[in-house]
């Protein structure tokens, strides 16, 4: 992307620009190995020479071991794998989410819950974060998994996944991380982090779209079974040959990150956000969604208002952002085209009208000071223009 291009762009939770290093690995990779891994010859093998080299440097670069991954297409289908592959042999039981789980993972739940399996969701409180309150409660029997979203993508509080996994562990459930934006800021520590599985995709760092993985231990991945069948590539769990450029390019804009620290991570990145932040809430017509202290250090997310308090639009006010040349968004790209308000806003209590007044700004390290008072002004002035309306 030109510097031209993404002067104004402020909607990393959906995406970020690819990491020019990153496109030069991917047609590195694909002018000299472009063979099928699985294929016997020399183009094979050199392709599957670069396969196995970006395994072990992934691995090593999250503290996990090679054959703890699995490459997949996206989050979404490493989502899927992770409780459909989990569950499909096993007599139902309970599953539980959080009520502001991603769309991927309530589809994959809604699945399980056709199949017999008792879902049930995990509340959460005004700031967006589960109600620890319940923790006994809601992993006593006959619950068999756990599954929840580290970093909300659409409101950016965290959760507590180092609590809820240790106590899944000393009760033997299988306790499931989508880790997606978490990761889009720092690499998880495998090794220590106590989850059996773990989602993520690639092109919300800087990677590539359309490659992702899904990190398992050894005592889920025995249990597990194939979500798609075929030729039994990566181990056996995901059928469909390899895309050998995509997963280098993946390798190498995970490698390029920070280690994941919580709030401590990307500070540079976080120092600009409270920046903006605390400029933006100098406006009454906006007022902070989600957790303030327990968030995901590049994002902010905004409730809006006209001056007398009536919620305005926030799909509206992306658009009017839009044709001031500022790209944000009204929530996760994966439901942006649905205007029947957030499912995640009216989890942490918010009226049906309230759920459709908000906006997600999102910074990357392509984001410079200078840009932060146009941010400003622009937003205001979408405002006024959505008030006289």
């Known amino acids: ?56 440097q992934l691995a090593s670069s999250l503290r996990a071991e090679a054959n703890d ?18 569950t499909v042999d096993r007599a139902p039981r ?62 950016g509080s965290l959760q507590p996944v180092e609590v809820v996994g240790a106590e899944c562990r000393r009760r033997g459930i299988t306790f499931h991380v989508d880790a997606t934006q978490v990761v889009s800021q720092g690499r998880p520590d495998w090794s220590s982090l106590p ?33 798609l069948g075929g030729g039994g590539q990566e181990q056996g769990l995901r059928s469909g040959t390899q895309p050998v450029a ?52 590049h994002h902010i997310s905004l409730l809006a208002s006209d001056d007398a308090g009536r919620a305005l639009s926030g799909r509206a006010l992306v658009r009017e952002m839009a044709q001031q040349g500022v790209a944000i ?4 790209a994966c439901a942006s085209g649905h205007d029947g308000g957030s499912a995640v806003l009216r989890a942490i209590g918010l009226n049906a009208e309230a759920s459709k007044s908000g906006i997600r700004i999102s910074l990357g390290p392509w984001n410079n000071p200078s840009e932060l008072p146009l941010v400003q002004e622009r937003l205001s002035r979408s405002l006024d223009r959505l008030q006289r309306r």
């Open 1 to 56: 992307m030109a510097d031209s291009d993404r002067a104004l762009y402020f909607d990393a939770c959906a995406t970020s620009p690819t990491d020019p290093e990153v496109i030069d690995r991917i047609a590195e990779v694909q002018r000299s190995a472009w063979g099928n891994p699985s294929s016997l010859h020399g183009h094979g093998l050199k392709a599957a020479e670069w396969l196995e080299r970006s395994r072990v």
């Open 69 to 86: 991954l699995v490459f997949t297409s996206g989050a979404t289908e490493s989502i899927h794998l992770a409780l459909l592959g989990r």
């Open 94 to 155: 309970r599953l539980v989410v959080s009520s502001v789980e991603h769309p991927a993972t309530m589809a994959a739940a809604q699945r399980l819950a056709i199949q017999g399996w008792e879902v049930v969701e995990w509340p959460v409180d005004p700031q967006g974060q589960i109600d620890l309150g319940q923790l006994d409660s809601l992993l006593d029997a006959p619950t068999e998994m756990v599954s929840l979203i580290w970093g909300q993508s659409e409101i």
């Open 195 to 227: 989850a059996d599985l773990l989602s993520a995709s690639s092109h919300k760092c800087g990677g590539p779209k359309g490659v992702g993985f899904l990190l398992t231990r050894s005592h889920p991945r025995e249990s597990m079974v194939p979500w």
């Open 246 to 297: 995509l997963i280098a390019g993946l390798t190498l804009a995970i490698s390029k990150l920070p280690a994941w620290t919580s709030l401590h991570t990307s500070p540079s990145t976080r120092h600009l956000r409270d920046e903006l932040l605390a400029s933006l809430l100098e406006d009454p017509r906006l007022r902070l969604s989600g957790s303030r202290d327990q968030r995901l250090p």
């Open 329 to 332: 968004s009204s929530g996760s």
